[in-house]
């Protein structure tokens, strides 16, 4: 039996049709309930700089673990690992807050942030259902953390953008894109997360005619871990010169202090994002 070492600063990239022999039974321990067994999982991001953070994907179908033969699945689910941030790849779900009874239809491009500790009925159509998922628990619990699910959809379009400004150890004040908060807390820790993007006519440092758009990046907010939306990205390492590719779809980790050049490519790039540190705000 051999261990598999894990590289905590690290640029972790994977696509959403993962080899069949890389996804596993899902098994976890319901709080109420005891051992489960429900779906298929693969871990993308195993892990991050600080608290436990993972991503990957998970999907259900009639062959799944606990799937009916036409591929249903109901599933309760409190997210005990953390707080977990979802967006669904394909199929429709009704989702129901065991303590309220509040009921949220779900499909393809619904973003779900679920607190940690809630339970939630999953109730998943045939025949098929994916999504991708990001799961944070810090060490710290947060005051007043959220209670109840909150649904919002990658097509949303705010009135207004914020141009994401940063300052960079080595590189000074930056401007890259903007973006819109989903989540600016969590139950533990560190939480954010929301909607980036990038392109032609939107705010950049380092913006070419054709919308691609170049900047430093070290993650000063914390570990950054993405499902790309729109458009294609370069990624490259610093420290070796290691280029990662990746397309719309792709899960895309990023860790905070390591030094990367991402680079959008014109004419549009968009991107869900969780930025995650073990450490509470001030």
């Known amino acids: 039996m051999t261990s598999e070492v894990l590289v905590r600063s690290a640029v972790h990239g994977g696509v959403q ?16 309930f005891g051992a489960q067994v429900h779906g298929e999982y693969v871990v993308i991001r195993p892990e991050g700089v600080s608290g436990s953070l993972s991503a990957g994907l998970w999907r259900s179908g009639p062959t799944a673990p606990g799937a009916a033969s036409d591929g249903s ?14 967006c669904v790849i394909d199929g429709t779900a009704v989702l129901t807050v065991i303590s309220t009874g509040k009921r949220y239809e779900v ?3 619904s973003i779900i942030s679920s607190p940690k500790g809630l339970e939630v009925q999953w109730d998943i159509e045939g025949p098929a259902f994916k999504k991708y998922w990001c799961i944070w628990n810090g060490s710290e ?38 973006l819109y908060f989903i989540r600016t ?22 913006v070419d005619d054709k919308g691609t758009m170049s900047t430093p990046y070290t993650g000063v907010l914390g570990d950054e871990t993405i499902l790309l939306l729109e458009g294609e990205v370069e990624v490259t390492e610093t420290e070796s010169g290691k280029l990662h590719n990746f397309k719309a779809g792709d899960v895309i980790g990023l860790s905070s202090g390591m030094h990367v050049t991402w680079t959008s490519k014109g004419p549009f790039s968009k991107k869900l994002w969780v930025i995650t540190r073990d450490v509470l705000p001030e």
């Open 73 to 86: 699945h109901t599933i309760l689910y409190s997210s005990p690992l953390g707080d977990e941030t979802a």
């Open 185 to 206: 807390g969590g139950s533990t820790g560190t939480m954010l997360s929301g909607v980036w993007r990038s392109g032609k006519g939107i705010a950049g440092s380092d």
């Open 141 to 178: 619990p947060t005051a007043n953390p959220p209670q109840d699910l909150l649904i919002t959809h990658v097509s949303d379009n705010p009135e207004e953008w914020q141009e994401y400004h940063f300052t960079e150890p080595a590189e000074g004040a930056l401007v890259a894109g903007e």
């Open 17 to 32: 049709n993962e080899p069949n022999e890389k996804w596993a039974p899902f098994e976890w321990l319901e709080p109420r």
């Open 107 to 109: 499909g393809p491009g």
